[in-house]
T-cell receptor, first 112, second 117 residues
Framework: RKEVEQDPGPFNVPEGATVAFNCTYS??????FFWYRQDCRKEPKLLMS???SGNEDGRFTAQLNRASQYISLLIRDSKLSDSATYLC?????????????FGTGTRLLVSP | DTAVSQTPKYLVTQMGNDKSIKCEQN?????MYWYKQDSKKFLKIMFS???????INETVPNRFSPKSPDKAHLNLHINSLELGDSAVYFC????????????????FGSGTQLSVL
């Protein structure tokens, strides 16, 4: 089983739609979770951390389900500018907080 | 001012050559990394340095040799380049190693696209 797994997509949605991505991780001892965003031919950038109680940043909501070992990202009222690849990131507990493991990403395409 | 800058942006070279990629960060961070993103977009850590000291060395061929002259710089030298080395290489930095979430945020450079012919 891969350390971090994501549906590669693409998810094609119209502007204004709500879309959600899930990501599963293999090591139950992982403690740090993040969503990064990567635009085509650009570097990844931190979108948001994921906290145990769930957290929201504007149109973006992140949730953590430790029992089922998955994290989710919900995007409300999608904008054209949300089109990107969303990378799920989890720490490797075998190295403490030193190593972050990236999923292969879920591609989102928002159309007019 | 670019926070994490790496050069060159593009590198096209022949098999068997030796090449270097340079990285500098002006954020005052203690920790720097090299990541490789292959054609399937899988981003994988190669090396991590904390204050010039090697912390993480994934199972990378020893043709890859990182060098950190100071904590603001982490260069990557690659000997005897092979076709399979073609990828995008990202340099990154973070405030420091440790358990605080703020320290884990990675700041990436814009990447070096390496093409080995």
């Amino acid at each position: 089983r891969k350390e971090v797994e994501q549906d590669p997509g693409p998810f094609n949605v119209p502007e204004g739609a709500t879309v959600a991505f899930n990501c599963t991780y293999s090591n139950s001892a992982s403690q740090s979770f993040f969503w990064y965003r990567q635009d085509c031919r650009k570097e990844p950038k931190l979108l948001m951390s994921v906290y145990s109680s769930g957290n929201e940043d504007g149109r973006f909501t992140a949730q953590l389900n430790r029992a089922s070992q998955y994290i989710s990202l919900l995007i409300r009222d999608s904008k054209l500018s949300d089109s990107a690849t969303y990378l799920c990131v989890v720490n490797d507990p075998n190295t403490g907080f030193q190593k972050l493991v990236f999923g292969t990403g879920t591609r989102l395409l928002v159309s007019p | 001012d670019t926070a994490v800058s790496q050069t060159p942006k593009y590198l096209v070279t022949q098999m068997g050559n030796d090449k270097s990629i340079k990285c500098e960060q002006n954020l005052g961070h203690d920790t720097m990394y090299w990541y490789k993103q292959d054609s399937k977009k899988f981003l994988k850590i190669m090396f991590s340095y904390n204050n010039k000291e090697l912390i993480i060395n994934e199972t990378v061929p020893n043709r890859f040799s990182p060098k950190s002259p100071d904590k603001a710089h982490l260069n990557l030298h690659i000997n005897s380049l092979e076709l399979g080395d073609s990828a995008v290489y990202f340099c990154a930095s973070s405030l420091m190693l440790g358990g605080a979430r703020a320290n884990e945020k990675l700041f990436f450079g814009s990447g070096t696209q390496l093409s080995v012919l």
